[in-house]
C-alpha cells in the first residue's frame, strides 16, 4: 500500500500500526493520521532511532499492509 492509502485509511490500518508499534499510545498514533513524516518522527523519539532507520521500518510496513 502507498502512503496516499495508507493516509486514506488510517483507521483501518492504525491497528495494525499498533500491533507493530506496541509502544505508541492511540494518542500518538492519531497524531499521525498516516502521514509518513509525522510517522517516521514519532518513530524516532519513541524508540530512540535514526531517521534513516525509522524510513525504512515505516516504509517496510508499508510494503506489509
Not at 509502544?23 to 500518538?28: K, R, S
Amino acid at each position: 500500500m502507498n502512503w496516499d492509502q495508507i493516509e486514506g485509511r488510517w483507521t483501518e490500518v492504525k491497528g495494525k500500526a499498533k500491533a507493530s508499534w506496541g509502544e505508541m499510545t492511540d494518542d500518538e498514533l492519531d497524531q499521525v493520521a498516516g502521514k509518513r513524516d509525522q510517522l517516521i518522527g514519532k518513530l524516532q523519539t519513541k524508540y530512540g532511532i535514526t531517521k534513516e532507520e525509522a524510513e525504512k521500518r515505516a516504509d517496510d510496513w508499508a510494503r506489509s499492509v
